[in-house]
């Protein structure tokens, strides 16, 4: 593997040339916070809230939502942090908000499908989100999960705006919403790529199988592919798209991701410093360049040799 050498990771993300890319952390509970601040992350690309309620059976009321999600801000006054609504169903079940059983939850009610059935439980969250915003001075921004169609996010963004929350994005992390990104930018601010579940969904693999492991491999040219549909979409809009997923941790795959259009990264925080690192060492063209190469490639090791040699 390439040594990256992380001693001069100062938390400006950008390429070698100046073009800025936020490199953000992912967190799911105040704790996560101390690791994102000391890794130099300027800002959460990913709160995933229902981290805070996975054995909460009754459903938290606005004033003890509101105080959780002050903790997890509080460090970031200043700094942007996407607040993710509950992203319940599926691998993370919800004591409060069951679904029922369902042949195939992956499938299923999950995400923004569930507020469509309990739109009071969404607009306590962003009220308690909105509260929680104004009490940390962090730059919030809320994101749906799990969305589907324009027609979907315009339902999320006008609850959010109703809210007071200024910035409203969405997940894309379905086939459709990656398919009809131009539309999806024409009622939201930003978009966030989870490639996690784009890549279950592409594939038909289910992320929890390490049998169909090679298939949920965010090298995989047919999910570069679709990422590279969202960032033109987001360029010819001029809205900004991120990635959230996994994908986003590999400091040769960020790099790509850039050249392919996302101008934030959002990771685990433990590997902030080698893809900003690795970010800050490379040109935007080279960038561009090992994007166009991994792009054009049928399979996962030549889409991760062609890039590679890029930046040789
Ligand atoms: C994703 O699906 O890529 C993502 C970031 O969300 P989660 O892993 O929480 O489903
Ligand atoms: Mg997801």
């Not at 593997?1 to 953000?24: F, H, Q």
């Not at 392919?260 to 690192?277: D, E, I, K």
């Given at each position: 593997?390439?040594?990256?050498?992380?001693?001069?990771w100062?938390?400006?993300?950008?390429?070698?040339?100046?073009?800025?890319?936020?490199?953000?952390?992912?967190?799911?509970?105040?704790?996560?916070?101390?690791?994102?601040?000391?890794?130099?992350?300027?800002?959460?690309?990913?709160?995933r809230?229902?981290?805070?309620?996975?054995?909460?059976?009754?459903?938290?009321?606005?004033?003890?939502?509101?105080?959780?999600?002050?903790e997890?801000?509080?460090?970031?006054?200043?700094k942007?942090?996407?607040?993710?609504t509950?992203?319940?169903?599926?691998?993370?079940?919800?004591?409060f908000?069951?679904?029922g059983?369902?042949?195939?939850?992956?499938?299923?009610?999950?995400?923004?499908?569930?507020a469509?059935?309990?739109p009071?439980?969404?607009?306590?969250?962003?009220?308690?989100?909105a509260?929680?915003?104004?009490?940390?001075g962090?730059?919030?921004?809320?994101?749906?999960?799990?969305?589907?169609?324009?027609?979907?996010?315009?339902?999320?963004?006008?609850?959010?705006?109703?809210?007071?929350?200024?910035?409203?994005?969405?997940?894309?992390?379905?086939?459709?919403?990656?398919?009809?990104?131009a539309?999806?930018?024409?009622?939201?601010?930003?978009?966030?790529?989870?490639?996690?579940?784009?890549?279950?969904?592409?594939?038909?693999?289910?992320?929890?199988?390490?049998?169909?492991?090679?298939?949920?491999?965010?090298?995989q040219?047919?999910?570069?592919?679709?990422?590279a549909?969202i960032?033109?979409?987001?360029?010819?809009?001029?809205k900004?798209?991120?990635?959230?997923?996994?994908?986003?941790?590999?400091?040769?795959?960020g790099?790509?991701?850039?050249?392919?259009?996302?101008r934030?990264?959002?990771m685990?925080?433990?590997?902030?410093?080698?893809?900003?690192?690795?970010l800050?060492?490379?040109?935007?063209?080279?960038?561009?360049?090992a994007?166009?190469?991994?792009?054009?490639?049928?399979?996962?090791?030549?889409?991760?040799?062609?890039?590679?040699?890029?930046?040789?």
């Amino acid at each position: 593997p390439e040594r990256i050498d992380t001693a001069g990771w100062t938390g400006d993300g950008g390429t070698s040339d100046g073009e800025r890319v936020k490199i953000l952390a992912n967190v799911g509970a105040a704790a996560d916070t101390t690791a994102a601040v000391s890794a130099g992350a300027e800002g959460v690309g990913l709160f995933r809230t229902e981290f805070c309620y996975l054995a909460a059976q009754d459903e938290p009321d606005v004033a003890t939502q509101r105080a959780a999600y002050a903790e997890v801000l509080e460090p970031f006054a200043g700094k942007p942090v996407v607040v993710r609504t509950l992203d319940a169903g599926a691998d993370k079940p919800l004591g409060f908000l069951d679904t029922g059983a369902e042949p195939n939850p992956a499938l299923g009610v999950r995400g923004l499908r569930v507020a469509f059935d309990r739109p009071d439980v969404l607009d306590r969250q962003l009220e308690a989100i909105a509260a929680a915003a104004d009490d940390s001075g962090a730059e919030v921004s809320v994101m749906a999960p799990m969305v589907a169609t324009p027609e979907e996010a315009a339902w999320f963004t006008e609850r959010a705006r109703t809210a007071g929350i200024a910035r409203a994005g969405v997940m894309v992390e379905v086939p459709a919403a990656a398919l009809i990104a131009a539309e999806l930018f024409e009622v939201v601010d930003f978009v966030s790529v989870g490639t996690n579940d784009l890549a279950q969904y592409v594939f038909a693999a289910d992320r929890q199988l390490g049998a169909l492991a090679e298939l949920n491999d965010p090298w995989q040219p047919a999910l570069l592919r679709l990422i590279a549909m969202i960032g033109r979409a987001g360029a010819e809009t001029g809205k900004p798209v991120g990635v959230c997923g996994e994908a986003a941790a590999d400091p040769l795959l960020g790099r790509v991701l850039v050249g392919l259009g996302v101008r934030s990264l959002s990771m685990v925080a433990t590997a902030v410093p080698a893809v900003g690192s690795a970010l800050a060492g490379a040109s935007l063209r080279t960038c561009e360049r090992a994007a166009r190469d991994a792009l054009a490639a049928s399979d996962v090791a030549t889409a991760k040799a062609a890039a590679r040699a890029a930046f040789e």
